[in-house]
């Protein structure tokens, strides 16, 4: 199974990825966490990286198309993976799309998680605070100013991908602001239909 989360920051994708990963039993490709050990590892990666991201932007198409290629011939891939946060622009679109296709494989699913923007500055505090409350460190992006600014940076390079994947007859929107569990439901529901289909298919 490959699949892809789509949506804004805040919307869920990490946390639907964490439980997809124990029902499908596919390794969870976040971006963002790749970048985030670059940064704490102090990797030449990390230090390109460490000022664009502390200021809501996104990383550069060539750094990240990288990393995911290098990702996806692991091991723990062969069977599938769990796309968040990545693709976030056209051109990583495009080229994940021949990432795939050269080694022969395809994308079953990507998932929209629709949600009402209000919502998402308040979950992002929140996130933050539980992580200080965990003792866990706090991102330093989790905060209500760098916040606008990644939303902009969604809405501007990000969410034309809802129409790129639309075109293609691979996008499939479920309704992020209902509960963790709700959402877990309705995502599981639409993959058992994707590999109804893949089977008929075969
Ligand atoms: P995330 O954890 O997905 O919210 O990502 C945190 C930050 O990492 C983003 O605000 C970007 O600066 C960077 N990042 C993560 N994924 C990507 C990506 N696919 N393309 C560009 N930048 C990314």
């Known amino acids: 199974m490959r ?5 804004p920051p ?12 124990e029902s499908y039993n596919i390794p969870q490709l976040s971006t963002g966490d790749m970048l985030r ?21 996104l990383v550069s198409d060539e750094i990240v198309n990288a990393i995911v ?24 679109a495009d080229a994940v799309g021949d990432m ?32 200080e409350a965990a003792g866990q460190s706090v991102r330093k992006d989790d905060n209500p100013q760098v916040f606008d600014e990644r939303l902009r940076e969604y809405y501007k390079k990000t969410a034309p991908l809802i129409g790129y994947y639309y075109a293609k007859g691979r996008l499939e929107g479920v309704d992020g602001m209902a509960s963790i569990d709700e959402v877990t439901s309705q995502i599981e529901a639409l993959l058992r239909g994707v590999r109804g289909k893949a089977k008929a298919d075969a």
């Open 100 to 131: 795939l296709s050269r080694r022969k494989q395809k994308l079953d699913a990507v998932i929209e998680l629709v949600v009402d923007d209000k919502a998402l500055v308040g979950r992002i505090v929140k996130r933050a605070k539980d992580a």
């Open 37 to 57: 050990a670059a940064v704490k590892a102090g990797t030449e990666v990390g230090k390109r990286a460490k000022a664009v991201m502390d200021a809501g932007e």
């Open 69 to 92: 290629a290098e990702r996806i011939d692991q091991p723990d891939c062969a069977n599938g993976f769990i796309l968040d946060g990545y693709p976030r622009t056209l051109q990583q």
């Open 10 to 21: 805040g919307a869920g994708k990490g946390t639907q990825a964490q439980r997809l990963v």
């Open 3 to 7: 699949l892809i989360l789509l949506g």
